[in-house]
């Protein structure tokens, strides 16, 4: 049952927050279509938790416009504002029952007895949390504290619901159970989701639209499919995908490329990098760009093969288990229109990127 009819469109425009001589973001353009998706995505220290805070308004931008919904929210208060959040500690108070942490906003808002008992109930049900109602958050796992949270979220019927690393306190398994949960639920909803994770699996794997930010500023805005596919740097290309992108010389490379396998290679100018995905190489026996095995790592479904060539290292992911051993000379081979290339100044792609013209319809 969706209870938004107008999910909330966001925009961002030249946002800019600085202290001091530090900016922690930089002149931030980007667009999030109502009732989709989108994760901010990033090292520590990169501006997409203080870009969230900016959105929700705990930070005073110093420069740009924050649209929501159609309305310029730029310098009014998080009430003011539409929106809803969820924070990595949960921030639940820990003297009273699930059911009144979960209405607690609502009550401060005056919600009369009845909508707030529907609203609880709605919401309970969908997060399967309706036995715990009474209990205290102590008496709670970290799952069933994160799912009071989203309780919270969902009771205030908020268009856009913000959400800072909620998932970071829980277990791998448990991790993995509520991005499902979460995205299943955002979809339901048709809420206007904006999500920060520095793990590239939650981005990848529950996004509409990834956005990767560097140094306050967004590197690349895309679907999880074209920024995997698509990097338009290396920085991109480093950050997205377990293990990462190779990025090597595409000089050295050449330098042993036999003339019967040039092919394989790109023809760009002197001082490229090439860019190649490891399960994208393949090894054959003699027909190939010479290599040498430096190590072998068993991973169980796949083993990465850490390779030599032409000085340059290279990862190659092998299914399953291999008879290849350290020290054997191995060819490396791979469909001739997959790799990227990219300037070796700027680290930008070689092949010019159009700005994104698709917009993010949820899924």
Known sequence: MNHLKHPAHLELSNLTKSWGDTTAVNQVNLSVTGGSFTVLLGPSGCGKSTTLRLIAGLEEATSGQISIGGRDVTHRSPAQRDI???????????????????????????????????????????????????????????????????????????????????LSNLDAKLRQEMRVELRALQQQLGLTMVYVTHDQTEAITMADQVVLMNNGQVEQAASPKEIYERPASVFTARFIGTPPMNIVSLDAIRSVTPLTVQHLLPKTSVGSRLGLRPEDIRLTGENGIPGQVLSLEYMGADTLANCSVGGEKMLVRVKGTTELKPGQTVGLTWDAEIPATFHGDTGKRREEIKPAEVQFEPA
């Open 84 to 166: 809803s959040m969820v924070f990595q500690n949960y921030a639940l108070f820990p003297h009273i029952s699930v059911a009144e942490n979960i209405l607690f906003g609502l009550k401060v808002r005056k919600v009369g007895r009845a909508e707030r008992d529907g609203r609880l109930k709605h919401a309970a049900d969908l997060l399967g949390i309706s036995h715990l109602l009474e209990r205290k958050p102590s008496q709670l796992s970290g799952g069933q504290q994160q799912r009071v949270a989203l309780g919270r979220a969902i009771v205030s019927q908020k268009p856009v619901c913000l959400m800072d690393e909620p």
